[in-house]
């Protein structure tokens, strides 16, 4: 997977003034996330509300996650797609581990993961995913890729699309990501300190009859 650098990536800016429905600030918002989504089926975007410290103490947290023993991340089991915890496996990648914490909204929910985790159940991680995913209704995911020993080919997790009706990605500015553009073309995003990236996920192009790119 190569990286092109004559293609342009979209770069999409959510300000406060332009998330009010009906104004000329949200019809133009939307008309870019259109043109983006049908285009590209991503975008990178621009929202600053979230500070750099709320990011730095998410990705120290995440770590701790990774770091805890095996025995105790198979507890965090579930029969469905993209729950439970995944670890480098052959029929994933080698290169990836992952947990799936669905109704990422509900406090009850993080605190039983939490103490699946930790014995003392991490009171600091509990409190700060509440803080953060109160008025969401979603499945959070914690993944993280590792890096090919010298020499072997540097992909963590084969050519996919996305499942879930759309992803929020946030990036630790590692910059693995990389997204088809077209014809078999890919570019490598280098998200700023401040952004996400948007996917289009597979029911989302469908209830678009095909409107929406993967």
Same mark, same amino acid.
């Given at each position: &997977?190569?990286?092109?650098?004559?293609?342009?990536?979209?770069?999409?800016?959510?300000r406060?003034?332009d998330?009010?429905?009906?104004?000329?600030?949200? !019809?133009?918002?939307?008309?870019?996330v259109?043109?983006?989504?049908?285009?590209f089926?991503?975008?990178? /975007?621009?929202?600053?509300?979230?500070?750099?410290?709320?990011?730095e103490?998410?990705?120290?947290?995440?770590?701790?996650?990774?770091?805890?023993?095996?025995?105790?991340?198979?507890?965090?089991?579930?029969?469905?797609p993209? !729950?439970?915890?995944?670890?480098?496996?052959?029929?994933?990648?080698l290169? *990836?581990? @992952?947990?799936? $914490?669905?109704?990422?909204?509900?406090?009850?929910?993080?605190?039983?993961?939490?103490?699946? &985790?930790w014995?003392?159940g991490h009171p600091r991680?509990? @409190?700060?995913?509440?803080?953060?995913?109160?008025? *969401?209704?979603t $499945?959070?995911?914690?993944?993280? *890729?590792?890096?090919?020993?010298?020499?072997?080919?540097?992909?963590? $997790?084969f050519? !996919?699309?996305?499942?879930?009706v759309s992803?929020?990605?946030?990036?630790d500015q %590692?910059?693995g990501?990389?997204?088809? /553009?077209?014809d078999?073309?890919?570019?490598?995003?280098?998200?700023?300190?401040?952004?996400?990236?948007? %996917? %289009?996920g597979d029911?989302?192009k469908?209830?678009?009859n095909?409107? $929406?790119?993967?």
């Open positions: &997977m190569g990286a092109n650098a004559e293609i342009e990536f979209p770069v999409i800016e959510f406060s003034s998330l009010k429905r009906g104004t000329d600030g949200w !019809h133009r918002l939307c008309k870019k259109r043109e983006a989504c049908e285009t089926g991503c975008f990178e /975007v621009v929202y600053e509300k979230i500070s750099t410290e709320v990011r103490e998410t990705f120290g947290l995440m770590k701790e996650l990774i770091e805890v023993p095996v025995e105790r991340k198979q507890k965090n089991a579930s029969p469905l993209y !729950h439970g915890w995944v670890g480098p496996c052959n029929q994933v990648s290169l *990836y581990e @992952g947990f799936g $914490l669905g109704d990422a909204s509900n406090y009850d929910s993080i605190k039983s993961f939490a103490q699946l &985790m014995p003392d991680f509990s @409190g700060k995913w509440e803080s953060m995913m109160i008025n *969401y209704k $499945l959070l995911r914690f993944m993280k *890729y590792m890096a090919p020993p010298p020499g072997e080919y540097e992909r963590g $997790l050519a !996919h699309t996305d499942k879930p992803t929020i990605i946030c990036d %590692v910059s990501l990389e997204i088809e /553009v077209k078999g073309q890919w570019i490598k995003l280098s998200l700023s300190p401040s952004s996400f990236c948007f %996917v %289009v029911p989302l469908a209830w678009s095909g409107r $929406l790119k993967v």
